[in-house]
């Protein structure tokens, strides 16, 4: 009798637990790979030297009373500072900074801060007492000092996206000497009229679309001012059709992109929800009531301002309004016809050229 039937299969058992072992070590790989802490990489030569003078470099600074997380990456050290202050509040811009503008950091020292309660500066022992316009506008002061005495600076290129245009501004109006060009991205002006803009565009859509629930719910929901889950209700709808990324970017993707940065891990996601829950419920009170132009007619710094053609989050009609009637030592409006909310990350490449442009405008860069 032959035994070849027999070799066969135990053969096959053989096969199936080597698959089994081999995918059980790649799971526990990337099980391991998207828990473990960050870190963040160095700059390297062509054959994988350490660049000399580069800087890359997570940090805990105490600001404000709190330990903050700062990264810092910059191919040359001496290279001017540009500071990121992320929108949400609370929403760390991190991991998207990294993917799409790491390119400047060949010619900045880039700074990215989680301001406090975003993500890597998040503690469940933070007083949401201390969440404030003036407190984080301080919070970057005190940053933006240590920086310049550090790195034997006098100036930042400051740039705020979104909600961070917020304290950027404050802080730009309040200390012009140490802001070399400010560029405002989806610079919020007045909120109020801004979400009633954002409203009654997301209905139009809904209509349009023959979308009932949505009708229902906008419809319900009316027009502001808005408790904190109505702001986020209308958000959704205007993010539903296209108002927030014009290439319709999800959740789902932008959390995927988060955990495969190497300065964000997967038990980051946790931090980041929460930041932004306690960050907008301490924040929003004070945030629907803003208006830059009740504020400040005046700044004492050059201002560059971005808007994305399509944003319905921030109205860029109101931004240019605002543009218009701002007195500034110089002052230049930028469109991004491709983009909505995000045109530092809908249109790369273009952003990080005009970024550039702006430094070389000043005398920053050559």
Same mark, same amino acid.
């Given at each position: 009798?032959?035994?070849?039937?027999?070799?066969?299969?135990?053969?096959?058992?053989?096969?199936?637990?080597?698959?089994?072992?081999?995918?059980?070590?790649?799971?526990?790989?990337?099980?391991?790979?998207?828990? $473990? /802490? #960050?870190?963040?990489?160095? *700059?390297?030569? %062509?054959?994988?030297?350490? @660049?000399?003078? !580069?800087?890359?470099?997570?940090?805990?600074?105490?600001?404000?009373?709190?330990?903050?997380?700062?990264?810092?990456?910059?191919?040359?050290?001496?290279?001017?500072?540009?500071?990121?202050?992320?929108?949400?509040?609370?929403?760390?811009?991190?991991?998207?900074?990294?993917?799409?503008?790491?390119?400047?950091?060949?010619?900045?020292?880039?700074?990215?801060?989680?301001?406090?309660?975003?993500?890597?500066?998040?503690?469940?022992?933070?007083?949401?007492?201390?969440?404030?316009?003036?407190?984080?506008?301080?919070?970057?002061?005190?940053? $933006? /000092? #240590?920086?310049?005495?550090? *790195?034997?600076? %006098?100036?930042?290129?400051? @740039?705020?996206? !979104?909600?961070?245009?917020?304290?950027?501004?404050?802080?730009?109006?309040?200390?012009?000497?140490?802001?070399?060009?400010?560029?405002?991205?989806?610079?919020?002006?007045?909120?109020?009229?801004?979400?009633?803009?954002?409203?009654?565009?997301?209905?139009?859509?809904?209509?349009?679309?023959?979308?009932?629930?949505?009708?229902?719910?906008?419809?319900?929901?009316?027009?502001?001012?808005?408790?904190?889950?109505?702001?986020?209700?209308?958000?959704?709808?205007?993010?539903?059709?296209?108002?927030?990324?014009?290439?319709?970017?999800?959740?789902?993707?932008?959390?995927?992109?988060?955990?495969?940065?190497?300065?964000?891990?997967?038990?980051?996601?946790?931090?980041?929800?929460?930041?932004?829950?306690?960050?907008?419920?301490?924040?929003?009170?004070?945030?629907?009531?803003?208006?830059?132009?009740?504020?400040?007619?005046?700044?004492?710094?050059?201002?560059?301002?971005?808007?994305?053609?399509?944003?319905?989050?921030?109205?860029?009609?109101?931004?240019?309004?605002?543009?218009?009637?701002?007195?500034?030592?110089?002052?230049?409006?930028?469109?991004?016809?491709?983009?909505?909310?995000?045109?530092?990350?809908?249109?790369?490449?273009?952003?990080?050229?005009?970024?550039?442009?702006?430094?070389?405008?000043?005398?920053?860069?050559?």
């Amino acid at each position: 009798m032959s035994n070849t039937p027999v070799k066969k299969s135990r053969f096959r058992v053989l096969r199936w637990l080597l698959m089994g072992g081999l995918t059980l070590v790649a799971s526990v790989g990337v099980f391991a790979y998207l828990i $473990v /802490d #960050t870190f963040t990489a160095p *700059f390297v030569d %062509e054959v994988g030297k350490p @660049v000399e003078n !580069s800087i890359a470099e997570e940090r805990r600074m105490v600001i404000g009373g709190v330990e903050q997380y700062v990264l810092l990456r910059g191919r040359d050290r001496t290279a001017p500072l540009l500071v990121f202050v992320h929108g949400g509040p609370g929403a760390s811009e991190t991991p998207f900074l990294r993917r799409y503008n790491a390119d400047l950091e060949n010619d900045f020292v880039v700074v990215y801060w989680d301001q406090r309660g975003a993500v890597h500066s998040y503690s469940p022992d933070l007083d949401p007492a201390t969440f404030t316009i003036e407190r984080m506008t301080e919070d970057l002061r005190e940053l $933006v /000092d #240590t920086l310049l005495v550090e *790195f034997d600076q %006098e100036k930042v290129l400051l @740039v705020g996206h !979104s909600w961070g245009t917020i304290p950027a501004l404050e802080y730009t109006a309040q200390h012009p000497d140490k802001v070399a060009t400010y560029i405002s991205i989806s610079q919020t002006t007045n909120q109020q009229e801004s979400d009633a803009e954002g409203f009654e565009w997301a209905l139009s859509q809904a209509k349009k679309a023959g979308d009932e629930e949505a009708i229902a719910t906008l419809e319900a929901l009316g027009r502001p001012p808005y408790t904190l889950q109505q702001f986020i209700t209308q958000r959704q709808h205007v993010g539903r059709y296209g108002g927030s990324f014009k290439d319709g970017s999800s959740d789902f993707k932008l959390a995927s992109q988060m955990i495969m940065t190497d300065e964000f891990s997967w038990l980051d996601l946790g931090a980041f929800v929460k930041g932004v829950r306690l960050s907008g419920n301490a924040l929003w009170e004070e945030q629907k009531h803003y208006d830059a132009e009740s504020r400040y007619t005046t700044l004492d710094a050059p201002i560059v301002m971005m808007f994305g053609r399509g944003d319905r989050v921030i109205s860029p009609r109101l931004g240019l309004a605002y543009f218009e009637m701002l007195d500034a030592p110089s002052k230049e409006f930028i469109w991004f016809e491709n983009s909505a909310h995000a045109p530092l990350f809908e249109e790369p490449e273009k952003f990080n050229d005009t970024v550039r442009q702006v430094a070389r405008g000043v005398g920053l860069l050559r």
